[in-house]
């Protein structure tokens, strides 16, 4: 079956900029979304198709998808953006998530 | 605006089975298709598998087969997800979410399910 690795925690001084990776076989081949989870909260996404963000999403947050490697990328990290994201991607017929990055706002 | 409202939290034994309801407004129903996802706190997400309400068609994880279902009722735009057979590890937050195209766009706030004896 079809894994996503994701570093468990990533810790970001405020208004820098955080980088949190989904690592996958030949990942680039597939569209990568990603949501944020802040906690008791049901998920929301981020950033859809590598690249998109829904609307009322900031533009300081993006993504990107090459190869093994989809990036999500938080500039400016704001004390709001503390929260647990994911990546997911389909493999077939199946939904595959990634293990979620804590992201730490210093 | 489109929302989904799910059912409140459930208390179950093991060896029971419960059933989930996860109400829609604000979109077509059978347009598109409701995944249901869970995660125990602190932990991933975990995928469980689809429905689609045009035409009831469900597609379940491995994970799930043989004591998981999935329905619908067009009149009152619901899905709904039972899972029989509970397991203490079972416990978790179930969440529906609305599919558009190929991530989801919109996601209920989430059923706690406690499984004890």
């Known amino acids: 079956s079809y894994e996503l690795i994701q570093a468990a925690s990533v810790s970001v001084g405020l208004g820098q900029t955080a980088t949190v990776t989904c690592g996958g076989d030949?990942?680039?081949?597939?569209?990568v979304h990603w949501y944020q989870q802040k906690s008791g909260l049901a998920p929301m996404v981020v950033i859809y198709?590598?690249?998109k963000r829904p609307s009322g999403i900031p533009e300081r947050f993006s993504g990107s998808n090459s190869e093994n490697t989809a990036t999500l990328t938080i500039s400016g990290v704001q004390a709001g953006d503390e929260a647990d994201y994911f990546c997911?991607?389909?493999?077939?017929?199946?939904?595959?998530f990634g293990g979620g990055t804590r992201v730490t706002v210093l | 605006q489109v929302q989904l409202v799910q059912s409140g939290a459930e208390v179950k034994k093991p060896g029971a089975s419960v059933k989930i309801s996860c109400k829609t407004s604000?979109?077509?129903?059978?347009?598109?298709?409701i995944h249901w996802v869970r995660q125990v706190p602190g932990q991933r997400l975990e995928w469980m598998g689809w429905?689609?309400?045009?035409?009831?068609?469900?597609q379940f994880s491995q994970n799930f087969q043989g004591r998981l279902d999935m329905t619908r009722d067009t009149s009152t735009n619901t899905a709904y997800m039972e899972l029989s057979h509970l397991l203490s590890e079972d416990s978790a937050v179930y969440f529906c979410?609305?599919?558009?195209?190929?991530?989801?766009?919109?996601w209920g706030q989430g059923t706690q399910v406690t499984v004890s004896s």
């Open positions: 979410a609305k599919d558009n195209g190929d991530y989801f766009d919109f």
């Open positions: 604000g979109y077509t129903f059978t347009h598109y298709v």
């Open positions: 429905i689609n309400p045009g035409n009831e068609y469900t």
């Open positions: 030949k990942i680039g081949n597939k569209n």
């Open positions: 198709r590598n690249n």
């Open positions: 997911h991607v389909w493999d077939r017929t199946t939904v595959v």
